[in-house]
């Protein structure tokens, strides 16, 4: 049997022992590089942390354009409601007294300008006249006023808006335009009995064929209304019986009869537009009429109704107590 040199033998125990300490190296500083982080990170790893970095700039993009938008919003409200108060207001402008106050005419503020009954909010403003010339104001100096402020103004255009639902022409028609060749006129025939509010009552066209409301006026609940602006004569005749067995019939009796104008777009303009008065006597035979009549600018919104001192005393006849107006120009 042959037997390898010592020598030999020798040599191969070396290098078997460099090559075990050689793989033994290399795995722990594998480790190192990628179990403690002294090295590059791991493909998964990689890439998460990119997707959490990405979500993080498209969270604050997203956060950043929202406040953007919020701003945007906030101002063109602003800018809005400041640059058009003649309208939200009813053509007043407000008068800010160092940041401290709101006054605005107290007719601004009210929803029935004719009738001159007002909101219980009004109570809670301070009413003054600074100047006889003007009209009253109403202001707001604390948090509980300003809160009845902006109550009344809400209100103010909850009545416009509701004007101007009636103002929408019924079946599709169409408005006449300023300028417009079309006649714009009204005519209406009396009717027995006083409506809501000690209205007059008049026959629509739908009641009596003598009566017409055509295009740039509308008729509802014995009012007319305005749609289309301009210069109209206004016109209003009453028919009063005689007396017949009045106890009293030595005392002359004064009948009136109004014709009312209501305006929001401009409340001091409301108010009785046109007026008539007569003296009834004993005589059994007194059977006069009473008519008046008048050109006044009108503005689209503006409501137009009678009413009358005496209603029994008025002729229920057609053809001598009857309402109306026609459009002249601008």
């Not at 033994?24 to 500083?29: D, E, F, H, K, L």
């Not at 969270?59 to 354009?65: E, K």
């Not at 909101?119 to 604390?142: G, N, Q």
Request: aromatic share 6%; charged share 20%.
């Amino acid at each position: 049997m042959k037997t390898r040199p010592s020598s030999e033998s020798s040599m191969d125990s070396a290098s078997s022992g460099d090559s075990s300490g050689d793989s033994t190296y290399a795995v722990r500083v594998e480790e190192q590089l990628l179990v403690k982080g002294g090295g590059f990170p791991l493909p998964r790893q990689t890439q998460a942390l990119g997707r959490r970095r990405r979500l993080f700039v498209v969270a604050v993009i997203s956060l950043v354009l929202s406040v953007i938008s919020l701003l945007a919003v906030l101002l063109i409200t602003a800018f809005v409601f400041f640059n058009n108060s003649d309208i939200i207001l009813g053509g007043q402008q407000t008068q800010v007294a160092a940041g401290e106050e709101v006054c605005l005419p107290c007719v601004q503020l009210n929803s029935d300008p004719v009738s001159g009954k007002g909101s219980s909010l009004l109570d809670l403003l301070d009413v003054r006249k600074d100047d006889e010339s003007k009209p009253t104001i109403c202001c707001a100096r604390t948090n509980v006023q300003f809160a009845a402020l902006f109550k009344l103004i809400i209100q103010r255009q909850q009545m416009i808006q509701k004007l101007t639902d009636i103002l929408e022409p019924a079946g599709g028609h169409k408005i006449a335009k300023t300028g417009s060749s079309s006649a714009v006129s009204a005519h209406l025939l009396i009717q027995a009995g006083t409506g809501q509010g000690g209205l007059q009552q008049w026959k629509g066209p739908d009641a009596s064929g003598l009566s017409h409301v055509r295009t740039g006026l509308t008729f509802h609940d014995n009012t007319i209304y305005v749609v289309t602006s301009g210069m109209y004569y206004v016109y209003c005749q009453m028919l009063y019986n005689n007396r017949g067995d009045d106890n009293n019939e030595d005392v002359p009796q004064v009948v009136s009869s109004y014709v009312y104008r209501e305006s929001l777009i401009d409340p001091v303009m409301s108010g009785i537009m046109l007026k008539t008065r007569h003296t009834r006597y004993s005589q059994q035979t007194d059977r006069h009429t009473s008519y008046v009549g008048g050109l006044v600018a009108l503005h689209k919104g503006d409501k137009l109704y009678v009413k009358v001192s005496e209603p029994s005393a008025v002729s229920n006849d057609e053809k001598g107590s009857f309402f109306g107006l026609f459009r002249v120009g601008e």
